[in-house]
């Protein structure tokens, strides 16, 4: 499957779930932030694209570093 058909799958779902669950804005704000921080970010969106790294690595990783954020922000 092309990149951009399994991308699209992924949104479709993400917005999907969103109206379900009435977190369309919430959903948006999040990706803008993980847009934001992975522009201001290049060791992140690396680690992101690199197909030699577990998903489940990265997946903690994203956590880890949205967890700290938030600590932050909130």
Known sequence: MNSFK?????????FILAQENELV?????????????????????AILK????????KKNIIHDIFYQLQQLIF
Request: aromatic content about 6%.
């Open 6 to 14: 399994l991308q699209t799958r992924y949104a479709q779902s993400l």
């Open 25 to 45: 804005d919430k959903v948006y704000e999040d990706m803008l932030l993980i847009k934001k921080v992975c522009e201001v970010t290049p060791q992140l969106k």
């Open 50 to 57: 690199d197909p030699v790294i577990k998903p489940s690595k």
